[in-house]
């Protein structure tokens, strides 16, 4: 399966108008996903979860992402069916709680297009901790990056950079919580592409087992 960066340009819980107020970014790298979603209001990550990606069915295309880490702690899975619009995006379809109805299990609607980055650099990798019971997740397709890490003693942390094609290098978009210790996009980059899946690098003095790589 192709490394996929994808932006939400909008949701639609079923019986209301479709609207936007986040910053979504969803990196879809073979059987595992990072996803971050970002509050234009609030200016503060709203949700952020990693984990495993699998495909149900091809026709309808039906996914199942099942939550390893999740910033709001709603461990479990989601499921979505996928169908190409006119113009090139997917509409996902299916049910979830909803914070706009009282946490009750509603119909959604979301729209994803292909993220404006996502082919600017080749390749794509999901990396996930061997410390700290896998709860560090390194997402990076394209010329998107997304770092997300859960510990118990710490709030949850996030962290997002995209590339920067005028000044050529890796930008800091987004960053909550103890990031500073993360690697970053330029250093998980020099070192991923030469690895293979199940194998276990180094990165800043922290080790990752590589989950999910397509190479540049």
Known sequence: MAAEASVRISLRWVADPP???QDVLALNVGDYFVDLRYSLKEKTIEWAMAGERLILSEEPYKCRWTRVID???EYGFDEGIFTKLPNGDD???GEMASPDHGGAVTKYEEVWRTGPLASIKKGGCVLQSVADGGKTFLGLVGGYYLALRERDDQPFAAAREDWNKTKE????TYRSGAVDDIPSAAALE???FQAKVGQVITLDGLEFTVRAIQSQ
């Open 71 to 73: 910033s709001l702690g």
């Open 190 to 192: 020099e070192t991923v």
């Open 169 to 172: 290098a890796w930008e800091k």
């Open 19 to 21: 609207a936007e107020t």
């Open 91 to 93: 509409l996902e379809t």
